[in-house]
């Protein structure tokens, strides 16, 4: 499907084909709805990074408690999206030993009570040993930084879901 | 559950309880929990019902197009979400004769045209009988004013499905 493609599409065909680009989030993709039509996919990105980072705070962290555990009981209970099963599987994150899995679970939890949201990171450009370097390095920032970071990650993750359901003409960019 | 229990839960927990008092769009439970304790449920209510204000005018149509119709393809197909499923059966929507179903659908279908977002009603306020009438007449609107409307009844959704969570059948469930 081509730019020109989508923007044909009825808001609730757009929605069913983009509507899982921000995880848990059909409101952004139904939001930026009403600016096509998009000259090209770097336009549609851009509409939806400009609509994240119009939030407020409490919008920008509402964005993040929206997404699941990395290697957590979504993914352990079957009950992750399909694009984030596909995402942590890439990523290896759904074959860890019992050590490893207790290791990211003990990590997740306290990024959680420090920050009230779930560690985001795109998985994409990551694996199953980077994952708690990063997290590790991740909770000793201050919750300012640290939901800059994660908005990022959301937008590095959009950015791959946009760029594997519409064909560009930079596909390779990220 | 009272306000009380509401004001301890994770996010998490607050988003498996109250994660669809506004259709499909969690964010807006997630982005809310940032400003707990609520005092009372009014308080809520009323994080909420700002949280919506001060989105732009794309993130309120944003919203309206996370609903379903009403009368729809997502109740014929069992595709609701347990909440817009027990509302729409309250109305009567689930019991149309054809020539019911096939005026609503025309109707729908010219809201969806002329607006670019759904038909959203709070139908626990409505019947089948009230809901083509109600389409006819909002038909007849801008889109500002429409759109101000349907968003008040997303609102007053919003209220019916927190006054049933909070103090009703539901909170034995938990």
């Avoid at 990395?70 to 995402?87: C, F, H, I, V």
């Avoid at 450009?125 to 990650?153: F, W, Y």
């Amino acid at each position: 499907m081509d730019i020109g493609a989508i923007n044909a599409l009825s808001y609730e065909e757009f929605l069913n084909v983009l509507g899982n680009v921000v995880e848990k989030c059909p409101i952004i993709t139904a939001a930026v709805w009403s600016e096509r039509p998009f000259s090209n996919l770097d336009a549609l990105e851009a509409a939806i990074d400009n609509f994240i980072d119009a939030l407020p705070e409490s919008g920008q962290e509402g964005i993040l408690r929206c997404h699941p555990d990395l290697a957590g009981k979504e993914l352990r209970s079957g009950t992750l999206t399909p694009e984030s099963r596909r995402e942590q599987g890439h990523a290896g994150l759904d074959r860890l030993d019992a050590a490893e899995a207790s290791g990211i679970g003990r990590l997740n939890a306290e990024y959680k009570a420090r920050f009230g949201f779930p560690f985001v990171v795109c998985v994409r450009t990551s694996d199953k040993r980077s994952v708690p370097r990063q997290l590790e390095e991740r909770l000793r920032r201050g919750r300012a930084e640290e939901r800059a970071r994660a908005i990022a990650e959301v937008k590095k993750i959009c950015r791959t879901r946009l760029r594997s359901l519409v064909r560009g003409d930079q596909v390779n960019k990220l």
